[in-house]
């Protein structure tokens, strides 16, 4: 049934489930929960907090409990072959007759920037997931928005003609990233002199996510001061765009600058999954960001030789880290069990494999408990799953000790949570830089972003490496995001979203060409990549696809030549 208070409400808490886990006759006469339709296959059940916890991930499962999600950031559009589709004519497209959808931390639409040479706002919808009012959508259980604000674009050209704009629209963007974003993406080319954004004639819908529940902060341990967002408040944000660009009639392009070290770092996530749905749908490109995560120390890649019992990998803990949630995950064919050795050289002996097994572990000599949970095939991927999750670790150098119960290649990865989410001083010691882009940058579809200096041609130092664990290619193309500046923002900014705006607003040139110029109106964000990855400009001496550059660095210019030949 519909919520009778606000899904976003503190007391409610949240569950992704695969819609056939019930019938449509069970949830109408539940009076217990409710529910928010995502698509056909997933949906979103909100329960009353009491009644949820604890959370468990066997009693509610692995995916149910939304993963936490941070921000992907710390002469580029030249570099990007943008520029030169702008000086032809029969390409120079500049998004017209496009948007771009942003899921991020909202915009300042007060900015000229974002305004057509008319004054009147380039926006045409932001659905504002932090305040609670009117202007919601309503109609099927597919189609309705049941929480936050959607403000349309009359209600923001309104404000912009007001003395108090935001008595009118009341949605800011207090961190800036995803204004920064949008302005790379599709800023104006007049407003500000010697700047344009990537497609500077798209139109923009903007999503701007609300900040993760207490509860899910404390489950995972997470800092109550870092940018932490819920799964399944993206997955409905992917719903309100895909909705939006049908009521304009109009393609899309979908940008999300966010990401995850939970998860299989195979694109099986809920979030992932619903991406993999839309990516064959023609007049929609999926972006996204790769991560920033190499050099963190964040990822470990196992071996454990048929002559050898276990394997200790050594993790150092910083002061005052609150706690965080470790992952292990095995290949299909094999299984694993752990035990520990705290700073203080207590021991915890192996605990036994069990199909499922939740165990809490205590230590004499610190106040450290760790929440141990097996489950021998993980639903998404039929992998092993073994979540650690600490809380108060004490600090200093940590030896969890890896068993190998059934051999045959021998090699597992772990991953500690992304940057932002831990303090700077928990890491690996031997630590691996490959294998590190985030979810749903793993996700096979989607075109995933590196981020490289365009100034001297390097790679960004902390630019998430490929491949995905299942192997598949990513990320499939580096755009410039160091040190990139955007108008009226108080820094420059860096990273793979910022990155990937720059691929976004490409691919709304791309797109705009193909639908608006009746070039090739199927398509999607297959044909897009295949597109975009053919003109990559690739070095010398490199071996391709890499996992650092992908496919070689973004040139919408060169796409369109290659297409040619």
Not at 10 to 15: C, G, I, K, P, W
Not at 242 to 247: E, G, K, M, Q, W
Not at 457 to 486: C, M, T
Not at 523 to 549: C, F, H, M, Q, V
Request: charged letters at 20%.
């Amino acid at each position: 049934m519909p919520c009778a208070i606000n899904p976003a409400s503190e007391e409610l808490a949240d569950f992704i489930y695969r819609y056939y886990s019930f019938s449509l006759n069970e949830l109408l006469s539940r009076q217990d929960i409710c529910y928010d339709f995502v698509s056909s296959q997933y949906l979103i059940l909100h329960r009353p907090l009491p009644e949820s916890l604890p959370l468990s991930f066997i009693r509610d499962g692995y995916d149910s409990i939304p993963n936490l999600y941070s921000l992907l950031d710390s002469g580029s559009m030249e570099s990007a072959g943008i520029l030169k589709t702008f000086d032809q004519p029969r390409l120079s497209y500049k998004g017209r007759g496009t948007v771009i959808g942003i899921i991020d931390t909202g915009i300042d639409y007060l900015n000229p920037i974002f305004r057509n040479p008319d004054g009147t706002t380039k926006i045409l919808e932001i659905w504002d997931q932090t305040i609670e009012g009117s202007g919601l959508l309503t109609g099927t259980p597919f189609d309705d928005i049941r929480y936050g604000t959607v403000f349309s674009q009359e209600e923001i050209n309104e404000a912009l003609r007001s003395d108090d704009p935001f008595s009118i629209v009341p949605s800011r963007d207090e961190n800036g990233h995803g204004t920064a974003m949008a302005a790379i993406a599709a800023g104006s080319a007049t407003a500000i002199p010697d700047f344009t954004g990537a497609a500077p004639e798209a139109g923009l819908v903007i999503v701007r996510l609300k900040k993760a529940k207490k509860y899910l902060r404390d489950f995972y341990l997470i800092s109550p001061d870092a940018e932490a967002y819920q799964e399944n408040d993206i997955m409905l944000g992917i719903k309100f765009l895909l909705l939006s660009a049908r009521r304009h009639q109009l393609p899309i392009t979908i940008l999300i600058g966010a990401g995850t070290n939970m998860g299989s770092h195979e694109g099986t996530s809920p979030l992932a999954q619903y991406i993999t749905e839309q990516i064959g749908n023609p007049g929609q490109i999926f972006v996204l960001a790769a991560g920033n995560e190499t050099g963190r120390g964040h990822h470990y890649l196992g071996h454990i030789s048929a002559q050898e019992d276990y394997e200790d990998v050594e993790m150092r803990v910083g002061n005052d880290e609150r706690g965080f949630t470790l992952e292990l995950w095995a290949r299909e064919s094999e299984l694993y069990s752990v035990g520990f050795l705290s700073p203080s050289g207590e021991e915890i002996s192996r605990v036994p494999i069990s199909a499922v097994l939740e165990r809490e572990i205590h230590f004499l000599l610190e106040d450290t408990i760790i929440y141990l949970t097996y489950t021998s095939s993980e639903l998404a991927t039929g992998s092993q799953l073994i979540i650690m999750r600490f809380e108060d670790p004490a600090p200093g150098l940590w030896h969890i000790r890896v068993y190998n119960s059934l051999f045959i290649e021998g090699q597992y990865h772990m991953w500690l949570p992304v940057h932002g989410f831990l303090s700077e001083d928990t890491f690996f010691l031997q630590s691996s830089p490959d294998t590190t882009v985030t979810d749903p940058g793993n996700t096979p579809g989607p075109i995933t972003t590196a981020a490289y200096n365009h100034r001297n041609n390097s790679i960004y130092i902390h630019s998430s490496r490929g491949f995905a664990r299942s192997g598949a290619i990513k990320p499939e193309l580096a755009a410039p995001g160091v040190a990139i500046s955007a108008p009226q923002q108080r820094f420059d900014m860096t990273g793979t979203s910022i990155a990937a705006a720059h691929t976004a607003g490409a691919a709304a040139n791309l797109l705009s060409w193909a639908v608006l110029g009746d070039n090739l109106r199927s398509i999607n964000t297959l044909i897009a990549k295949s597109i975009l990855i053919r003109g990559a400009d690739r070095k010398p001496g490199l071996t391709y696809p890499n996992r650092e550059w992908g496919y070689g660095t973004l040139n919408l210019y060169q796409s369109f030549l290659a297409m040619r030949e």
